[in-house]
């Protein structure tokens, strides 16, 4: 049974930090890209950043320099660094699993809301 749960949201001043976990089970973390997702209210959910098994990494342009991915393949977990936030970063954070399979996975999310 594959589950991704994800961890450390919350509430967070601007300019602030969160760093976000996704402690994944039940499929091949290694062999898998994993990714972080995000939606606000009232929009589809956007790719934040992704990195496959071979630690390349890909983030939404906008985030570059503020957000960082990545994963210990020995916790099977998977992060995401997230500095200097905005009240534009508030959303709801999916954690994401493509497996060596071609099997997409998704956590149930951790809401992230930063105040002005």
């Known amino acids: 049974q594959v589950q991704l749960e994800e961890s450390g949201g919350g509430l967070v001043q601007a300019g602030g930090s969160l760093r976000l976990s996704c402690a994944a089970s039940?499929?091949?973390?290694?062999?898998?890209?994993m990714g972080w997702y995000r939606q606000a209210p009232g929009e589809q959910r956007d790719m934040v950043a992704e990195?496959?098994?071979?630690?390349?990494?890909n983030y939404a342009d906008s985030l570059k320099g503020r957000f960082t991915i990545s994963r210990d393949n020995a916790k099977n977990t998977v992060y995401l660094q997230m500095n200097s936030l905005k009240s534009d970063d508030t959303a709801v954070y999916y954690c994401?699993?493509?497996?060596?399979?071609?099997?997409?996975?998704w956590g149930q999310g951790t809401q992230v809301t930063v105040s002005s």
């Open positions: 990195i496959t098994r071979r630690e390349n990494t």
């Open positions: 994401s699993a493509k497996t060596n399979l071609g099997h997409t996975f």
């Open positions: 039940g499929f091949f973390f290694s062999l898998s890209t």
